[in-house]
């Protein structure tokens, strides 16, 4: 994504910094939280119960659908691995071992606020974050390796994108783990990263709204701090007006 999804409201000084405060204290319990959840989850992640033998492990037993969920994975993994990324499309079989560990990492995007590409500034999400199985090479490492802000290694960025697509395809097989997130609170959605390619990455969405100030005074915020980086902002009322989706399902059904 290269533009701003969040609604914009105006903000003076003062309900900034009094704002960035409450946001960071939000964000901190909300990610928190979160990590709580996918420790608790983590044996219904098993990325074995996906790909069977075509993941080394002790048993290597076969499992039904994984030669074609391993063909899927060949054939996602060839769409996106050589641009920008320039890795070969060919991967091997068995792959490695693979945790059930499940890393959540801010969602991040660039904003350009002018026309030059050069001039974008990296947005934080608060309440918004991508999922993957955990690696050595995290969603900002491979960020900067795409963009060429860091020196690419190519096993590492190899093993990223099996681990992103592998979650997608998961969750794709077994619907009873997106509700359950779902249950939790949290929206689910695959979205497709056009800085990383098209990577279609698993991204989780806390019940919260947030937003952005006017492109000026976010561009006066980066230019008093001297980094090119900004993050959402939680609204006072926010929290007052989280959505309960059990709550409106139970509604609708009796209405």
Known sequence: MNESPVPRKDLDNEQFIQLRKNTEKIAEILHKRLKGHLAVLKPLFNPVKLLGAYIKTAGMDDVPGSDKAFAKLQ???AAICETPFGLTRKLPSPLTT???QIDAAPYKYSLYMDTAKEKATT???PTRWILSYQSDCPYDRMRDMASGAATPQPE???SALIKHLTLVLLLEKFKELTQLLQDL????????IQELGGLPVVLLKAPIESFLPSDDFIRNVTQLSGIPAFQEIIDFEAAQNMADPLKETLQAAIE
């Open 75 to 77: 054939e996602q993994y």
């Open 98 to 100: 693979m945790s059930s």
């Open 123 to 125: 947005i934080t999400a």
């Open 156 to 158: 590492e960025l190899k």
């Open 185 to 192: 609170r949290y929206t689910v959605a695959i979205e497709k």
